[in-house]
């Protein structure tokens, strides 16, 4: 899974105030697919320019286990982003996720209640 990560990656998430390397990157992914076992994702657009590819992307599965502090819901999700990838030397060694949290978090039903 890391081939393509260039040793030094780093990531960030800034909607979850999140940075991290290959490894983080690894164990996200694990637990995404914990958490959303019939996860798909698909990417929908890309552009790429000089050492940047920018991808959007969308995802659907059903919230079964839990992820970032929310327990599971049963609830089935649709997630969109972007990713802004950066090459180095034929491999990914930054990106940035800019994924749409605040539908992702209204559609597990884990928004703070107002009021």
Known sequence: MLR???VGFVCQ???LEWQGDRE???RT???????FPDMHLSVTDQIAEGDRVVSFYSGTGTHRGKWVGVAATGKFINITGIIVSRAADGKVAEEWYYDDIYSLFKEMDA???SG
Do not use: D, R
């Open 24 to 26: 983080a990157i690894k």
């Open 111 to 113: 928004l703070p209640k």
């Open 4 to 6: 393509g990560y260039a």
């Open 29 to 35: 992914a694990v637990n995404a697919k914990a958490a």
């Open 13 to 15: 998430a800034p909607a």
